[in-house]
């Protein structure tokens, strides 16, 4: 049986920082918070998702940002994702092109590495 595809991605989180997940994964990305089941809500951290793509911040007790390892996003309106983080202070970074496609990397409110891509229009 082959993988067929990624049901989810889960970010690690430090404790009690559900509202900075909120105001960067909500409010810079624009994904929308799923709630949690019940049983696993306890454990803090919490959900999003756009269309088919769902991502999970779970907490971490001894919580260590991942730096290399870290999701890329396809997002339309990157330069205004990029000037929206900025603003609000986050690290964002670029890296060496890619044919195709501008890209940039931000430091999530944790200091996790996310990509951000933004396809080229042909």
Known sequence: M???RIDHILIAM???????????YGGIL??????????LAARGGC?????????????????RPARKAHPAFIVDNLFE???????????????????????????DPFGNRIELIEPHKI
């Open 2 to 4: 082959p993988v067929r």
């Open 14 to 24: 430090p404790p009690s920082r559900e509202a900075d997940a909120r105001a960067f």
């Open 30 to 39: 624009g994904l929308k918070e799923r709630i949690k089941p019940d049983k």
């Open 47 to 63: 959900w999003f998702e756009s269309g088919s793509l769902q991502v999970h911040l779970g907490v971490e007790k001894d919580f």
């Open 81 to 107: 994702i990029v000037d929206m983080a900025e603003k609000a202070g986050f690290r964002v970074t670029a890296d060496e092109p890619l044919e195709g496609c501008e890209r940039r990397h931000v430091d």
